[in-house]
Protein backbone atom coordinates (compact mmCIF):
# COMPACT_ATOMS: atom_id res chain seq x y z
CA UNK A 1 0.00 0.00 0.00
CA UNK A 2 1.50 3.05 -1.16
CA UNK A 3 1.45 5.66 2.13
CA UNK A 4 1.08 8.42 0.10
CA UNK A 5 -1.59 7.67 -1.56
CA UNK A 6 -3.27 6.44 2.09
CA UNK A 7 -2.48 9.52 3.39
CA UNK A 8 -3.99 11.07 0.78
CA UNK A 9 -6.92 9.09 0.40
CA UNK A 10 -7.39 10.11 4.49
CA UNK A 11 -7.17 13.78 3.82
CA UNK A 12 -9.96 13.85 1.03
CA UNK A 13 -12.07 12.33 3.85
CA UNK A 14 -11.47 14.69 6.24
CA UNK A 15 -11.96 17.21 4.08
CA UNK A 16 -15.16 16.12 2.66
CA UNK A 17 -16.19 16.08 6.52
CA UNK A 18 -18.77 18.42 7.38
CA UNK A 19 -19.01 17.31 10.79
CA UNK A 20 -21.49 14.00 11.34
CA UNK A 21 -21.23 13.55 7.90
CA UNK A 22 -19.47 13.64 4.47
CA UNK A 23 -19.90 15.15 1.10
CA UNK A 24 -19.28 12.90 -1.92
CA UNK A 25 -17.11 16.04 -3.44
CA UNK A 26 -17.18 19.77 -2.46
CA UNK A 27 -19.23 22.01 -5.19
CA UNK A 28 -20.72 19.50 -7.08
CA UNK A 29 -22.27 17.59 -3.94
CA UNK A 30 -22.50 19.31 -1.53
CA UNK A 31 -25.05 17.29 0.94
CA UNK A 32 -25.31 13.76 2.48
CA UNK A 33 -25.77 10.94 -0.06
CA UNK A 34 -27.12 7.60 0.90
CA UNK A 35 -24.54 4.92 -0.77
CA UNK A 36 -21.75 8.08 -1.00
CA UNK A 37 -22.24 7.75 3.21
CA UNK A 38 -21.92 3.97 3.67
CA UNK A 39 -18.68 4.05 1.40
CA UNK A 40 -17.41 6.60 3.63
CA UNK A 41 -18.60 5.41 6.92
CA UNK A 42 -16.39 2.03 5.97
CA UNK A 43 -13.54 4.48 4.45
CA UNK A 44 -13.10 6.46 8.07
CA UNK A 45 -12.97 2.88 9.65
CA UNK A 46 -10.18 1.86 8.73
CA UNK A 47 -7.94 4.54 10.40
CA UNK A 48 -10.81 6.52 12.90
CA UNK A 49 -13.52 4.44 13.95
CA UNK A 50 -15.81 6.37 16.10
CA UNK A 51 -15.72 9.04 12.81
CA UNK A 52 -16.83 5.98 10.95
CA UNK A 53 -19.58 4.99 13.28
CA UNK A 54 -20.76 8.78 13.70
CA UNK A 55 -21.08 8.66 9.64
CA UNK A 56 -24.13 6.01 9.89
CA UNK A 57 -25.81 7.64 12.77
CA UNK A 58 -26.69 10.74 10.83
CA UNK A 59 -27.30 8.61 7.71
CA UNK A 60 -29.74 6.93 10.01
CA UNK A 61 -31.29 10.00 12.02
CA UNK A 62 -32.98 11.22 8.19
CA UNK A 63 -35.50 7.54 7.82
CA UNK A 64 -38.75 9.09 7.53
CA UNK A 65 -41.39 7.34 9.41
CA UNK A 66 -42.51 4.50 7.09
CA UNK A 67 -38.99 3.25 7.39
CA UNK A 68 -37.38 5.07 4.01
CA UNK A 69 -33.85 6.27 3.78
CA UNK A 70 -33.70 8.95 1.74
CA UNK A 71 -30.76 9.20 -0.86
CA UNK A 72 -30.19 12.75 -0.42
CA UNK A 73 -30.55 14.86 3.45
CA UNK A 74 -29.84 18.05 2.55
CA UNK A 75 -28.34 19.15 6.55
CA UNK A 76 -27.51 22.83 5.42
CA UNK A 77 -29.00 24.49 2.36
CA UNK A 78 -26.64 24.88 -0.68
CA UNK A 79 -27.57 26.80 -3.96
CA UNK A 80 -24.56 25.01 -5.16
CA UNK A 81 -26.92 21.74 -6.17
CA UNK A 82 -30.19 21.25 -8.15
CA UNK A 83 -33.01 19.89 -7.38
CA UNK A 84 -32.55 21.28 -3.86
CA UNK A 85 -35.25 20.68 -0.77
CA UNK A 86 -37.53 23.35 -1.60
CA UNK A 87 -37.80 21.29 -5.41
CA UNK A 88 -38.03 17.81 -3.72
CA UNK A 89 -40.09 18.03 -0.48
CA UNK A 90 -39.15 15.26 1.10
CA UNK A 91 -41.31 14.62 4.56
CA UNK A 92 -38.68 12.98 6.80
CA UNK A 93 -37.01 14.31 9.92
CA UNK A 94 -34.44 16.40 8.37
CA UNK A 95 -34.83 17.83 4.64
CA UNK A 96 -34.71 15.53 2.03
CA UNK A 97 -35.62 13.93 -1.16
CA UNK A 98 -38.12 12.04 -2.02
CA UNK A 99 -36.52 8.29 -2.93
CA UNK A 100 -33.96 5.89 -1.37
CA UNK A 101 -30.71 4.33 -2.94
CA UNK A 102 -29.05 1.49 -3.53
CA UNK A 103 -29.15 -0.10 0.20
CA UNK A 104 -25.33 -0.94 1.21
CA UNK A 105 -25.34 0.62 4.61
CA UNK A 106 -26.00 -2.92 6.08
CA UNK A 107 -23.25 -4.46 4.70
CA UNK A 108 -20.93 -2.00 5.36
CA UNK A 109 -22.00 -1.81 9.04
CA UNK A 110 -20.96 -5.39 8.85
CA UNK A 111 -17.89 -4.95 7.94
CA UNK A 112 -17.06 -2.05 9.93
CA UNK A 113 -18.41 -4.26 12.99
CA UNK A 114 -15.88 -6.76 11.84
CA UNK A 115 -12.95 -4.08 12.11
CA UNK A 116 -14.37 -2.77 15.67
CA UNK A 117 -15.85 -5.12 18.07
CA UNK A 118 -16.21 -2.42 20.18
CA UNK A 119 -18.56 -0.53 18.24
CA UNK A 120 -21.29 -3.05 18.85
CA UNK A 121 -23.66 -1.36 20.72
CA UNK A 122 -23.74 1.35 18.16
CA UNK A 123 -24.12 -1.34 15.51
CA UNK A 124 -27.14 -2.98 17.36
CA UNK A 125 -28.86 0.10 17.83
CA UNK A 126 -28.67 0.66 14.32
CA UNK A 127 -29.67 -2.53 13.32
CA UNK A 128 -33.84 -1.99 14.13
CA UNK A 129 -34.07 0.82 11.63
CA UNK A 130 -32.13 -0.79 8.78
CA UNK A 131 -34.43 -3.62 9.14
CA UNK A 132 -37.37 -1.29 9.20
CA UNK A 133 -35.25 0.44 6.15
CA UNK A 134 -35.08 -3.58 4.38
CA UNK A 135 -38.85 -3.90 5.28
CA UNK A 136 -39.66 -0.32 3.21
CA UNK A 137 -37.98 -1.87 0.04
CA UNK A 138 -40.07 -5.33 0.38
CA UNK A 139 -43.45 -3.51 0.66
CA UNK A 140 -43.57 -1.21 -1.53
CA UNK A 141 -40.54 -2.04 -4.00
CA UNK A 142 -40.68 -4.88 -5.62
CA UNK A 143 -41.93 -6.50 -8.94
CA UNK A 144 -42.23 -10.61 -9.00
CA UNK A 145 -39.56 -10.50 -6.06
CA UNK A 146 -36.94 -8.34 -7.99
CA UNK A 147 -36.29 -4.54 -6.66
CA UNK A 148 -37.70 -1.83 -8.49
CA UNK A 149 -36.41 2.03 -9.08
CA UNK A 150 -39.29 4.87 -9.32
CA UNK A 151 -36.55 6.95 -10.68
CA UNK A 152 -33.33 7.05 -12.62
CA UNK A 153 -31.48 8.65 -9.62
CA UNK A 154 -32.60 5.84 -6.99
CA UNK A 155 -30.21 2.78 -8.34
CA UNK A 156 -27.50 5.44 -8.22
CA UNK A 157 -26.79 4.88 -11.65
CA UNK A 158 -28.52 8.40 -12.94
CA UNK A 159 -27.89 8.02 -17.10
CA UNK A 160 -27.72 4.29 -17.93
CA UNK A 161 -28.80 2.97 -20.75
CA UNK A 162 -31.20 0.83 -18.80
CA UNK A 163 -33.28 3.62 -18.46
CA UNK A 164 -33.80 4.94 -21.38
CA UNK A 165 -36.91 3.07 -22.82
CA UNK A 166 -38.94 3.94 -19.71
CA UNK A 167 -37.52 7.78 -19.45
CA UNK A 168 -39.01 7.64 -23.81
CA UNK A 169 -42.33 7.35 -22.04
CA UNK A 170 -42.37 10.32 -19.90
CA UNK A 171 -44.28 13.06 -20.95
CA UNK A 172 -41.99 15.97 -19.78
CA UNK A 173 -43.28 19.54 -21.67
CA UNK A 174 -44.62 20.96 -18.76
CA UNK A 175 -41.73 20.80 -16.92
CA UNK A 176 -41.08 24.63 -16.90
CA UNK A 177 -38.07 26.61 -16.14
CA UNK A 178 -34.84 25.54 -14.26
CA UNK A 179 -31.70 26.14 -13.99
CA UNK A 180 -28.77 23.14 -13.51
CA UNK A 181 -25.92 23.61 -11.28
CA UNK A 182 -23.79 20.12 -12.27
CA UNK A 183 -22.93 21.41 -15.13
CA UNK A 184 -20.79 24.68 -14.22
CA UNK A 185 -18.97 22.36 -11.77
CA UNK A 186 -17.88 19.59 -14.36
CA UNK A 187 -17.49 19.39 -18.13
CA UNK A 188 -21.79 19.18 -19.45
CA UNK A 189 -19.91 16.40 -22.09
CA UNK A 190 -19.49 14.33 -18.78
CA UNK A 191 -23.45 14.76 -17.33
CA UNK A 192 -25.95 14.03 -18.14
CA UNK A 193 -28.44 16.21 -21.05
CA UNK A 194 -31.14 18.55 -20.96
CA UNK A 195 -33.59 15.56 -22.49
CA UNK A 196 -32.92 13.56 -19.33
CA UNK A 197 -32.57 16.02 -16.68
CA UNK A 198 -36.33 17.37 -18.01
CA UNK A 199 -37.33 14.06 -17.34
CA UNK A 200 -35.66 13.19 -13.60
CA UNK A 201 -37.53 16.52 -12.57
CA UNK A 202 -41.19 15.54 -13.72
CA UNK A 203 -40.57 12.41 -11.55
CA UNK A 204 -40.06 14.51 -8.56
CA UNK A 205 -42.76 16.44 -9.20
CA UNK A 206 -45.08 13.72 -9.86
CA UNK A 207 -43.60 12.81 -6.52
CA UNK A 208 -44.61 15.81 -4.90
CA UNK A 209 -47.71 15.81 -6.50
CA UNK A 210 -49.08 13.39 -4.48
CA UNK A 211 -46.87 13.75 -0.99
CA UNK A 212 -44.39 10.86 -1.57
CA UNK A 213 -47.27 8.49 -0.93
CA UNK A 214 -46.08 5.24 -2.34
CA UNK A 215 -48.39 3.53 -2.74
CA UNK A 216 -50.55 5.83 -4.94
CA UNK A 217 -46.25 6.59 -6.75
CA UNK A 218 -47.20 2.46 -7.35
CA UNK A 219 -49.86 3.47 -9.94
CA UNK A 220 -49.26 6.73 -11.46
CA UNK A 221 -45.55 6.61 -11.59
CA UNK A 222 -44.54 6.16 -15.30
CA UNK A 223 -41.37 4.86 -14.29
CA UNK A 224 -40.94 1.52 -12.39
CA UNK A 225 -37.87 -0.64 -13.45
CA UNK A 226 -36.85 -4.12 -11.62
CA UNK A 227 -32.95 -3.25 -11.31
CA UNK A 228 -30.32 -5.50 -10.71
CA UNK A 229 -28.18 -2.77 -8.39
CA UNK A 230 -31.14 -2.47 -5.77
CA UNK A 231 -31.93 -6.20 -6.20
CA UNK A 232 -28.55 -7.30 -5.85
CA UNK A 233 -27.39 -5.10 -2.88
CA UNK A 234 -30.37 -5.80 -0.87
CA UNK A 235 -30.68 -9.24 -1.13
CA UNK A 236 -26.65 -9.20 0.23
CA UNK A 237 -27.86 -6.31 2.68
CA UNK A 238 -30.71 -8.75 4.01
CA UNK A 239 -28.37 -11.24 4.25
CA UNK A 240 -25.38 -8.84 6.44
CA UNK A 241 -28.29 -7.71 8.48
CA UNK A 242 -29.68 -11.43 9.23
CA UNK A 243 -26.23 -12.43 10.30
CA UNK A 244 -25.81 -9.62 12.40
CA UNK A 245 -29.02 -10.21 14.16
CA UNK A 246 -28.37 -13.28 15.02
CA UNK A 247 -24.90 -12.55 16.79
CA UNK A 248 -27.07 -9.99 18.49
CA UNK A 249 -29.81 -12.73 19.73
CA UNK A 250 -32.35 -11.02 17.31
CA UNK A 251 -35.28 -13.31 15.50
CA UNK A 252 -33.66 -12.90 12.18
CA UNK A 253 -37.10 -15.16 10.74
CA UNK A 254 -38.37 -12.60 8.90
CA UNK A 255 -35.03 -11.54 7.02
CA UNK A 256 -35.04 -14.91 6.22
CA UNK A 257 -37.98 -15.43 4.10
CA UNK A 258 -37.02 -11.68 2.46
CA UNK A 259 -33.31 -13.44 1.29
CA UNK A 260 -35.86 -16.52 -0.08
CA UNK A 261 -37.81 -13.92 -2.38
CA UNK A 262 -35.31 -11.52 -3.47
CA UNK A 263 -33.55 -14.98 -4.44
CA UNK A 264 -36.17 -15.62 -6.93
CA UNK A 265 -36.88 -12.03 -7.64
CA UNK A 266 -32.93 -11.73 -8.94
CA UNK A 267 -33.83 -14.99 -11.37
CA UNK A 268 -36.20 -12.66 -13.10
CA UNK A 269 -33.33 -10.59 -13.96
CA UNK A 270 -32.11 -13.10 -15.90
CA UNK A 271 -32.05 -12.16 -19.82
CA UNK A 272 -30.99 -14.79 -21.88
CA UNK A 273 -30.63 -12.91 -25.17
CA UNK A 274 -27.88 -10.76 -23.18
CA UNK A 275 -26.14 -13.84 -21.09
CA UNK A 276 -26.73 -11.61 -18.39
CA UNK A 277 -28.61 -9.69 -15.44
CA UNK A 278 -30.72 -7.50 -16.74
CA UNK A 279 -33.04 -4.55 -15.87
CA UNK A 280 -36.72 -5.18 -16.85
CA UNK A 281 -39.39 -2.26 -17.20
CA UNK A 282 -42.00 -3.11 -15.30
CA UNK A 283 -44.68 -0.67 -17.50
CA UNK A 284 -43.77 -1.59 -20.64
CA UNK A 285 -43.20 -5.81 -19.74
CA UNK A 286 -39.77 -6.17 -21.17
CA UNK A 287 -36.07 -6.51 -20.68
CA UNK A 288 -33.54 -3.23 -21.75
CA UNK A 289 -30.96 -5.30 -22.79
CA UNK A 290 -28.70 -3.48 -20.96
CA UNK A 291 -25.12 -5.18 -19.77
CA UNK A 292 -23.58 -3.47 -17.51
CA UNK A 293 -21.68 -3.00 -14.32
CA UNK A 294 -24.76 -3.85 -12.32
CA UNK A 295 -25.43 -6.74 -13.73
CA UNK A 296 -22.27 -8.33 -12.25
CA UNK A 297 -23.00 -7.51 -8.98
CA UNK A 298 -25.03 -11.15 -8.46
CA UNK A 299 -21.39 -12.25 -6.95
CA UNK A 300 -21.26 -9.59 -4.84
CA UNK A 301 -25.25 -10.96 -3.73
CA UNK A 302 -24.05 -14.58 -2.75
CA UNK A 303 -25.34 -15.71 -6.25
CA UNK A 304 -22.27 -17.77 -7.91
CA UNK A 305 -23.18 -18.10 -11.15
CA UNK A 306 -21.55 -19.17 -13.88
CA UNK A 307 -24.01 -17.94 -16.42
CA UNK A 308 -22.87 -14.63 -15.58
CA UNK A 309 -19.19 -15.50 -16.42
CA UNK A 310 -18.95 -15.14 -19.95
CA UNK A 311 -20.16 -11.69 -20.23
CA UNK A 312 -17.97 -10.16 -17.40
CA UNK A 313 -14.89 -11.97 -19.18
CA UNK A 314 -15.78 -9.98 -22.48
CA UNK A 315 -16.77 -7.09 -21.12
CA UNK A 316 -13.18 -6.92 -18.73
CA UNK A 317 -11.46 -7.75 -22.32
CA UNK A 318 -12.92 -5.47 -24.19
CA UNK A 319 -11.74 -2.14 -21.56
CA UNK A 320 -7.88 -1.70 -20.47
CA UNK A 321 -8.97 -0.68 -16.97
CA UNK A 322 -11.50 -2.72 -14.70
CA UNK A 323 -15.08 -3.11 -15.30
CA UNK A 324 -16.98 -0.31 -17.61
CA UNK A 325 -20.13 0.70 -16.76
CA UNK A 326 -21.99 -0.16 -19.98
CA UNK A 327 -20.81 -2.57 -22.33
CA UNK A 328 -17.91 -1.18 -24.56
CA UNK A 329 -18.71 -3.51 -27.64
CA UNK A 330 -22.41 -2.06 -27.53
CA UNK A 331 -23.56 0.38 -29.62
CA UNK A 332 -24.31 4.10 -27.56
CA UNK A 333 -20.82 3.25 -25.45
CA UNK A 334 -19.16 6.29 -24.41
CA UNK A 335 -16.22 6.22 -22.45
CA UNK A 336 -16.30 9.52 -20.58
CA UNK A 337 -20.41 10.01 -19.66
CA UNK A 338 -20.83 8.86 -16.70
CA UNK A 339 -23.16 6.00 -16.81
CA UNK A 340 -22.53 5.05 -20.18
CA UNK A 341 -19.22 3.82 -20.26
CA UNK A 342 -16.33 5.22 -17.46
CA UNK A 343 -15.44 2.92 -14.59
CA UNK A 344 -16.68 3.64 -11.44
CA UNK A 345 -14.12 2.12 -8.40
CA UNK A 346 -17.21 2.06 -6.31
CA UNK A 347 -18.68 -0.85 -8.71
CA UNK A 348 -15.67 -2.32 -9.09
CA UNK A 349 -15.18 -2.81 -5.55
CA UNK A 350 -18.36 -4.25 -4.82
CA UNK A 351 -18.21 -6.34 -8.11
CA UNK A 352 -14.44 -7.21 -7.39
CA UNK A 353 -14.84 -7.94 -3.80
CA UNK A 354 -17.71 -10.54 -4.49
CA UNK A 355 -16.12 -12.66 -6.90
CA UNK A 356 -13.15 -12.43 -4.28
CA UNK A 357 -15.81 -14.11 -1.81
CA UNK A 358 -16.81 -16.78 -4.50
CA UNK A 359 -13.40 -17.68 -4.84
CA UNK A 360 -13.53 -16.38 -8.60
CA UNK A 361 -9.64 -15.16 -8.24
CA UNK A 362 -8.70 -14.04 -11.80
CA UNK A 363 -11.45 -11.17 -12.65
CA UNK A 364 -11.48 -10.19 -9.12
CA UNK A 365 -7.42 -9.54 -9.17
CA UNK A 366 -8.08 -7.85 -12.30
CA UNK A 367 -10.73 -5.64 -10.65
CA UNK A 368 -8.74 -5.13 -8.40
CA UNK A 369 -5.42 -3.95 -10.06
CA UNK A 370 -6.93 -1.86 -12.25
CA UNK A 371 -9.01 0.03 -9.46
CA UNK A 372 -5.74 0.76 -8.18
CA UNK A 373 -3.90 1.94 -11.23
CA UNK A 374 -6.46 4.51 -12.04
CA UNK A 375 -6.26 5.90 -8.38
CA UNK A 376 -2.15 5.84 -8.51
CA UNK A 377 -2.28 7.11 -12.47
CA UNK A 378 -4.72 10.29 -11.28
CA UNK A 379 -6.08 10.13 -8.08
CA UNK A 380 -9.49 10.40 -6.90
CA UNK A 381 -11.93 11.05 -9.50
CA UNK A 382 -15.67 10.56 -9.34
CA UNK A 383 -15.21 7.77 -12.44
CA UNK A 384 -12.67 6.82 -15.36
CA UNK A 385 -12.36 6.56 -18.91
CA UNK A 386 -12.26 2.28 -19.34
CA UNK A 387 -10.03 2.67 -22.65
CA UNK A 388 -7.52 5.62 -21.14
CA UNK A 389 -7.83 5.81 -17.53
CA UNK A 390 -8.38 9.73 -18.02
CA UNK A 391 -10.22 11.02 -14.86
CA UNK A 392 -13.87 12.58 -15.04
CA UNK A 393 -16.48 13.87 -13.25
CA UNK A 394 -15.99 15.28 -9.91
CA UNK A 395 -12.44 15.31 -7.91
CA UNK A 396 -11.56 14.68 -4.75
CA UNK A 397 -14.33 11.96 -4.48
CA UNK A 398 -14.91 10.40 -1.17
CA UNK A 399 -16.40 7.24 -2.20
CA UNK A 400 -13.57 6.61 -4.27
CA UNK A 401 -11.23 7.34 -1.60
CA UNK A 402 -12.99 5.18 0.77
CA UNK A 403 -12.15 2.57 -2.10
CA UNK A 404 -8.79 3.00 -1.51
CA UNK A 405 -9.05 2.75 2.05
CA UNK A 406 -10.50 -0.43 2.32
CA UNK A 407 -9.79 -2.44 -0.75
CA UNK A 408 -7.71 -1.58 -3.36
CA UNK A 409 -4.91 0.69 -1.83
C1 LIG B 1 -28.04 12.38 -8.10
C2 LIG B 1 -23.30 11.44 -5.28
C3 LIG B 1 -24.24 10.86 -6.33
C4 LIG B 1 -24.15 9.32 -6.39
C5 LIG B 1 -24.85 8.75 -7.62
C6 LIG B 1 -24.34 9.50 -8.84
C7 LIG B 1 -24.60 10.98 -8.71
C8 LIG B 1 -26.53 12.55 -8.32
C9 LIG B 1 -26.34 13.61 -9.38
O1 LIG B 1 -23.91 11.47 -7.57
O2 LIG B 1 -25.99 11.24 -8.65
O3 LIG B 1 -28.27 11.53 -7.03
O4 LIG B 1 -26.73 14.74 -9.12
O5 LIG B 1 -25.84 13.31 -10.46
O6 LIG B 1 -24.91 8.98 -10.00
O7 LIG B 1 -24.61 7.37 -7.71
O8 LIG B 1 -24.69 8.76 -5.23
O9 LIG B 1 -21.99 11.00 -5.51
Known amino acids: MSMDLTEKAQGILRGNDRGGYTLPTKGLYPYQWNWDSAFAAWGFATFDADRGWQELETLMSGQWEDGMIPHILFHRPDPGYFPGPDVWQGRGPIPSSGISQPPVAASFMAKMLAMDP?????ARAMWPALKRWHRWFMDWRLDRGAVCVTHPWEAGRDNAPDWDGAMRAIDADDVGEYTRRDTSHVDPAMRPTKYDYDRYLKLVQIGVSVGWDHEKLREINPFRVADPTMTFTL???????????????????????????????????????????????????????????????????????????????????????????????????????????????????????????????????????????????????????????????????????????????
Open 118 to 122: TGEAR
Open 235 to 409: LRAQRDLAAMGRRFGEDVSEIEEWIAVLEDGAETLWNPEIGGYDSRDVRAGRFNGVLSNASMLCWYAGINDARALPALERMLAAAEYGLASYDPEAEGFESLRYWRGPTWPIMNYLVGSGLEEQGLDGPAARIRRDTARLMEAHGFAEYYDPHTSAPAGGGSFTWTAAVWLGWAG
